[in-house]
């Protein structure tokens, strides 16, 4: 009751800017803790340390602005816009202060899915793209990294956050079918560019093989398609008789 009664003394917004003050006035460095991405274990090279402090420096830029307590939503708004400006996300929930000094942000990332080559002004560049089909926002140089798709349109590559096409969606869901197999880790790529042709897809092997797969897994296949079941099937009889 005594605390009650010096709340209605002072006046509730009184009250409210002194604790504002002690949560300006607390040592120490803004925390932001962002969602754990459940793939990064088994694909750590698909977000980079450099971009997860990137994104924390964001939210930390966006707050320095407005007062740092928990009772302030202004930056809080701010960082929430700008990380999904980033393309990183799937989606963000909310950020919210746990502590004048910490800002948990709640979300899912995307899930990047593959790499697609990409000649890019005069740059041999690989190209991150989800599960989604959608571009994400990390490139780099030209390496062996796996899963990857080659054979793309120049013209048809989208900017961050843009869609790809039907072919690279294609390209998604082969890698997908055949993840699980052990001799998946002979597969350097899936090369896209048959598919305006009667080639369709092709699986290009660092064993020097290249084998024409045809349609996207997910397609419509009319009665001259080999079933997916006599694919795989056929894959397995070579890799268990001929190592390749």
Request: hydrophobic share 40%; glycine share 10%; aromatic share 6%.
């Amino acid at each position: 009751l005594v605390g009650i009664g010096m709340g209605t003394v002072m006046g509730l917004p009184e009250l409210e800017q002194r604790a504002m003050a002690r949560d300006q006035a607390l040592p120490g460095d803004l925390q932001v803790v962002l969602p754990e991405p459940g793939w990064y274990a088994e694909h750590p090279e698909w977000t980079l340390p450099e971009v997860r402090r990137a994104l924390q420096g964001l939210v930390v830029d966006s707050v320095d602005g407005h007062s740092r307590s928990p009772r302030v939503r202004d930056g809080l708004t701010e960082a929430h816009q700008r990380l999904n400006d980033t393309h990183w996300f799937r989606r963000i929930d909310r950020l919210r202060w746990i502590d004048p000094r910490t800002i948990v942000v709640d979300g899912e990332w995307e899930r990047p899915a593959a790499w697609v080559e990409a000649d890019r002004g005069g740059r041999q560049l690989d190209l991150l793209v989800g599960t989604d089909g959608r571009r994400l926002p990390l490139e780099e140089e030209r390496n062996d990294r796996r899963p990857r798709i080659t054979g793309v349109d120049a013209g048809s590559i989208p900017e961050v956050g843009g869609d790809f096409g039907e072919d690279v969606l294609a390209a998604l869901a082969l890698h997908r079918l055949l993840a699980p197999f052990d001799w998946n880790d002979q597969i350097s790529s899936i090369d896209v560019s048959g598919l305006s042709s009667s080639e369709g897809l092709v699986i290009r092997t660092n064993q020097g093989c290249s084998i024409v797969w045809g349609a996207s897994p997910e397609a419509r296949i009319d009665a001259s398609e080999v079933t997916i079941r006599q694919k795989l099937d056929f894959l397995d009889y070579f890799d268990r008789n001929f190592g390749r």
